[in-house]
Structures are given as structure tokens and as C-alpha cells.
């Protein structure tokens, strides 16, 4: 799985020295890395520190991890690169930083250890470049490993027509489909027709018709929402889903479309984690109690596409992201259908589930394609059609 992790390391400024520590014998002690899969709390970096200071080892000597004599610093700068982006491209700021929660909360402690200076400190560009980017990231990239899907590109890097307002526009529609809990009152795969007209130019506008369909629950741990644009495809869908007539492997990728999958921090983009934080698009709170914050409920937009594989040749799938008329249909279909959940319209649960409902009008602002936070509103129908089973195997009427 890939991890962007948060790495603390310790420069000694007299002599150069990259700075870590021999883990303990216990389990308290035993802690000595200096990787983190979340963001270090205070705590961590104060147990890190004293670890240095009391069984240090340098990571850089051409020896390899190389014990050191204890040693207690008498100044200890935090370059903390969180904060250094209060004043993104504007270093000459940094100086003056009083923020970094690193400085206020080990002060206090730190001065108890004979430390008495604890100030903030920018990241030198030099060190970043030269160190980070050019020996300790290359180092930690395996060579030649094969993954059953590519990376991802970010939303705003790869789609044209993606903006930052639209992300937030996005985010938010996506935040708020998970706070409606759609599955406590929308059957699995059951197909949510959406009709609107998508208006490309002042003299061009087209007719657009998808079929959207809540995925998993909460419950099963795995939870999100599928678009369709065709009938046929949308039926496959539900058929696989609650039939479990036709388990044909190759079927059953086909019919995954578009999804958008909520997932964790650790199996999002890097970059869309990365403009998250820098634009202020929206996460809805998760439900794991030992989760850091903004760690559950990132959007994973993609499409899929299954081949099989021909005379023995093995089945590939690949991963995509979606284009920008494909992502306003996951927008206006997110803030349509939850104003209908809010509202307690939209329902197909029980006996009630192959009926059909609707149509109803709902009027939703997207912005696609804005620069400047401008919207623009969008007139949605949306209905249950009806669902049927015959010799067929399904159709829809």
C-alpha cells in the first residue's frame, strides 16, 4: 500500500551529522525509528529527541548506523515543514514563525533536560534538494516491482478543466453523501436514474442520462458509489450484486464503471492529499476512534477497465481517472440525491425495492470548469425506474 510517511530526522549543525536512535529493550523503549506512518504528535517527537540524546547513532556515516556517545544539545531548531507552509514561496517570513506546535509543546519539557532554546527554523532549500529530494527519496523507491494497478495521478494534475473549486465543490458534495449514510435507505447497486442538461457553450447544450448506485455500507467496511451510462451496464451491476446469477469475473469488472470509493488517506493519490491540504477541500469525520483526523472518507474517483485475457494470456485491469463532465456527474449526482435523502423521499429498501419512484426536480449549483468559485445551476430529474426479472434476466421498464 502506499504511505507517504512523515519523517523526523535530527541534524546535529556543527558536524553535519543525521541524527537517529537505538530502540530500546522494552516495549515502552522500543520505539526507536524515526518513520512515522501519521503525523508525529508531541509526544512522539519528545520521546524521539531524548532516544537521541541518550542512545544516538549516525545515519549517514559511510559505516552504516554507527553508535555515538550521549550528547545533549544546547539549541534545538524544529524545521517543521507544516508550518513553513503558512508562508508557501515567501521564506523570508519563516523566521518570525510563531506557530509550530513542536516549539510550543516541547518547550516546557525540553527546558527541564537543560535545553533552554526551542525556536522555529526553516527548512534550508538547499537540504531539501540535495538531501531529501536527491539521496533518502530515490533510496526508498524499490527497483523494479509490479503493481496490479498504476498510480494514480492527482484530480487537479491530470484532468483537464480541474480547478481547485471544483475540488472543493467535489470534496464537499462527496463529504456530505457520506453523512446522509444513503445505504440505510438505498438498496445495494439499486440503479437512481439522473437526467440534465449539461450546457457546453452558450449555443451548445446536450441531453445527459447516468445511472448511479450506492456501493457497500458502512457496515461491510468498504463503501462509495458507482455511475453507469447505460442501462445494461447499471443492471449487471445490481444482477451480480443481489442475484449472484452470473459470477463471471470478467462481467463483474465490466460492470464497475465510474466508482468513487471511500477509502483511507494511505490509498489516496499523494497528490490529491497534498491539494486537500493546500485548497481546504472538505472530508466528512470518520468512525475509527484510533484514527488521526482526515485520515477516513477521501474520495478515490476511477474508472475501471477489465480485459480478459486471450489464450492463456493473463487479465489485466487498469485504473483511470475520470474526465471533467465525468466528475460533475458525480457532483450533481452527490448533491441531488442527498438532498432527496435529507428530504426522505428517496427510498428503496424492502419490499419496495424494484419500484418505481419519481420523478423528481431538484435544482443543484456545480463548478466545473470554475476559476474564481463561480457556479452554475443545474436543473437534475431523478427517478427509481422500475425493475423487473424475466426470461431476460433483467430489464428495466
Known sequence: MPVRPY???VV???DGKFLSCEPGDTVETALGGNVCKTEPTTEMVLFFLKRVMTHPKQINAASGGEKLAPH???TIKFADTKTAALHLGEQDKWGSVTACPYVVGCKDELKKLGIDQATFAPVPPMFLENIIRGSIEPGMAPENVEYGTQHLPGLLECTEGFTPEFGKSLYAAAAAYVRAAPWESLAARRPIQVTYRLVLREDVSMKLTAFGSVVGSKELGSYGFSIHKTIESAM???ELEHTGENDDEANAMA???????????????????????????????????????????WPLFCKIQFEAGENGAQDTLAL????????QCFELMFKGIVELLNSGELKSSGDTVRDAKGPWTVKCASAAGSENGETADVELEISLPALTTGDAGGTFL
Open 7 to 9: 519523517l523526523m530526522l
Open 12 to 14: 546535529s549543525t556543527e
Open 72 to 74: 545533549r544539545p544546547t
Open 236 to 238: 449487471t451491476a445490481y
Open 255 to 297: 460492470a464497475g464503471g465510474q466508482t468513487c470509493m471511500f477509502t483511507s488517506v494511505y490509498e489516496t493519490p499523494f497528490e490529491d492529499v497534498d491539494n486537500k491540504e493546500l485548497h481546504g477541500w472538505e472530508l466528512a469525520a470518520g468512525d475509527e476512534k484510533d484514527a488521526a483526523p482526515d485520515e477516513e472518507n
Open 320 to 327: 483511470t481517472r475520470p474526465a471533467i463532465i465525468e466528475l
